[in-house]
């Protein structure tokens, strides 16, 4: 991924820069277990009316790490990685991001949700909106950013999606991984520090898949905690730093992807990695 | 078989490409394809040919030979302005003239619907105008309102060239509505006209715009309380939609007309025209919040979510996310709710107001013009007619407009 952007930062107030790997104060990919806890999860646990779908989810996600979520359909895997943003309401146990917890209080809601960006499988990009308009609408509203502002920080993260060019476009005039490319865009400029991906590539033709998992990898490095449900194994064995096996509500297994493809520990992981690894 | 693929390199061998076979073009060719294709298509084509010939030109002659049309120039003004005085009538092309500048700018500024918005207007003026040259109002009147019509040709030339911020359009309007009720009702020095002397297509118009520009925001506002959380705001909503619903047109005049005064101070006099207006208002809000409330439920789940994702709010959800989407998808559904409002409006004869068909049923019965029904109703079609298509022309450009990147 070409990286322009060691111009010097004109604005101190991000907190960190998606793609600027060398600058980036905070702890690289493969982070240390000495990074700060950025999300700690106890005891989640979610119904939809009489269907349990989370059953205890612990977790701790520390600053700079990226995970791969990964289960059978219908494990809970969306719901999970939504409970953090609040998209669901979890009914017990304890959710808290960047130090705030997530309770009824819609100030603790909108204050996460500052902080947490989110990329769909649908892309979910607002038809009636350029692509500009898009990205922008979030740091205008939001942020409270002045337009040249956002619009500024736009055009520098449509090039680092590689899609300078397409900024006057509507969503529906490109291609399925140039609109996923926006959206990631979109989350981005919220400045988020944490990055929540929900099967981004499922929905994509083959040919498109990999022009986003480049632009997911090289947010990786430069240092973003991401938290991905993907089925992309490649990009698993590559670029997370620890995957995690969820089935039936409840996390199986985890550990670094060297562990999990080469030696797991329980047998339902090594049956379902068998599948998807034909 | 290498020149072939030289010249033609797309093309597989054996399969080159051809124009259309001949008898598909012109208008020949689209003559025999679609009326004389078969020998049944033929007979019917040849039979309906006749009838329709046979009408048009039993219309025609009627129309240029027998037709009494003086009925309709010698009363002009009155299917025009009703009974509105006859010495404050400039008032009323004045009021015009604002809406024309505006409108003028609109289309110069916005092109696509606006233009044809303004097509319209100056058309329709032109033909005022031309009517009112033959009429006793005089060549004076005839040159103010083919006055207005070159002024809204002229700024939209200009804005053209020049477009006006969008703002500006905004504040053009609100200023041209006030106005226009300012300049019509009178009041600050000039002499006061109450709304129940208005008539004809000035009323029309007024009951018609008046009651479309107060019915929008209010039928918003309830398709979105009807969605509301709160149990209160929601049931108010349902039983005000439903309840408004179930009831006639009619029925909601009279009760305006009769119940509203009972529920103000008694020095309070409103006039009859401002109660229907009211009505119509409250009648088209509830069908329009039901349009807008299917609107609403055909935005995917997707779009709040990736809203609430980069942190809007729920206020800014609807008012950036859902609701543009929601009524992009309702333009033609509102549409074609406020051309029935505008073919209503003739209801309000029922609480002896006379818009322009009531005006025609005034003029009937005065004994000159008796037994020229034919003229004045086929007139009154027109005119509605011309209405009602203008607003669907413009609505179709709109939708072709916002069809932009939705694919
Ligand atoms: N809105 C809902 N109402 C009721 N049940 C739901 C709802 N959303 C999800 N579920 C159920 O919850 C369970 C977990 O769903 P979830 O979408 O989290 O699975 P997933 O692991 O993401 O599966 P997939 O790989 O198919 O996306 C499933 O059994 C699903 O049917
Ligand atoms: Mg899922």
Redesign the interface.
Known sequence: MSDPASQPRTDPVLPTDPFVSSAAPGPASGSASDAPVIIECQDVHKWYGDHHVLRGIDMTVRQGEVLVIFGPSGSGKSTFIRTL???EEHQRGRIVVDGIELTTDVRNI?AI??E???V?Q?F?????L?VLQNIT??PI??RGWTREKAEEEAHRLLTRVGIPEQAL?????LSGGQQQRV?IA??L??QPRVMLFDEPTSALDPEMISEVLDVMQGLARSGMTMLCVTHEMGFARHVADRMVFMDDGVIVEQGPPTQIFEAPEQERTKRFLAQILH | MTDVLSTRPMDPPGAPRLPPPREERGIVGWLRHNLFRTWRDSIVSVVLLVIIGLVVVQLLEWALLSARWGVITQNLRLFLIGLYPADEAWRVWLSLTVVSVVAGAQAGTRGGYSRTIAVWLIAGQLTVAILALLSPMGPLVAAAIAANAGLTLVVQLATAKRPLPGRVLTIGWLVSLVATLVLLHGGAGIPVVRPDAWGGLLLTFMLASVSIVLSFPLGVALALGRRSRLPAIRLLATAFIEIVRGVPLVSILYLSSILLPLFLPGDLRIDQVVRAMGGMTLFTAAYLAENVRGGLQAV?R??V?????????GV?IDR??VL??AL?MTIPANVGLFISLLKDTTLVVIVSLLEILGIGRAVLAQAEWLGASFEVYAFIAIVFFVLSYSMAHASYRLEAA?G????
């Open positions: 943003n609040r998209l909108a949700r500052r947490v960006g989110m769909f649908q979910n990009l607002f038809p009636h350029t609408l979030g509203r939001v476009k509507y969503p529906l005039q959206a979109r989350a400029a919220m | 995917p997707g779009q979510e990736a809203a609430q994702a980069i942190g809007l709010s800014q950036f996310i543009p989407q992009r916002l932009v990147g939705r694919r």
